[in-house]
Nanobody, 116 residues
Framework: QVQLVESGGGLVQPGGSLRLSCAAS????????MAWYRQAPGKQRELVAAITTGGGSTNYADSVKGRFTISRDNAKNTMYLQMNSLKPEDTAVYYC?????????WGQGTQVTVSS
C-alpha cells in the first residue's frame, strides 16, 4: 500500500527558506516520477515541481521557478523540496505524490505558512 509522508513545513518570514521532505513506502520509488503539489485555502491543488525517476530532469510552476529546487534520493526513498525566497503567496499545504497521475492515497501534507 502506498504511503507518502510529508514533513518539514512551518512558519517562516517572507524571504526565508524551508526544506520539505517526502518519505515514500509501498512503491518502487526509483521507477516513479514524483512531484510536489500544494493547496492554498479556497484554491485547487496545483503542481509545484516535478522530477523524473533518476532526477535528471525537473520542471517547475512559473510561480516558483528560480526559488524552489526539487530533488530525490532513490536510495532513501525520499524526495525533497528546497524553498528559498519564500513569499506569502507560497502559504499552503504541500503534498507529494506521483507526477502525472497521482496515487489515490495522499499523505497528510505539511503546512507552510509565510508571514511576518
Amino acid at each position: 500500500q502506498v504511503q507518502l509522508v510529508e514533513s518539514g513545513g512551518g512558519l517562516v518570514q517572507p524571504g526565508g527558506s524551508l526544506r520539505l521532505s517526502c518519505a515514500a513506502s509501498g512503491i518502487m520509488f526509483w521507477i516513479v516520477p514524483m512531484a510536489w503539489y500544494r493547496q492554498a485555502p479556497g484554491k485547487q491543488r496545483e503542481l509545484v515541481a516535478a522530477i523524473t525517476t533518476g532526477g535528471g530532469s525537473t520542471n517547475y510552476a512559473d510561480s516558483v521557478k528560480g526559488r524552489f529546487t526539487i530533488s530525490r534520493d532513490n536510495a532513501k526513498n525520499t524526495m525533497y523540496l528546497q524553498m528559498n525566497s519564500l513569499k506569502p503567496e507560497d502559504t499552503a499545504v504541500y503534498y507529494c505524490n506521483r507526477d502525472g497521475t497521482p496515487f489515490a492515497s495522499w499523505g497528510q501534507g505539511t503546512q507552510v505558512t509565510v508571514s511576518s
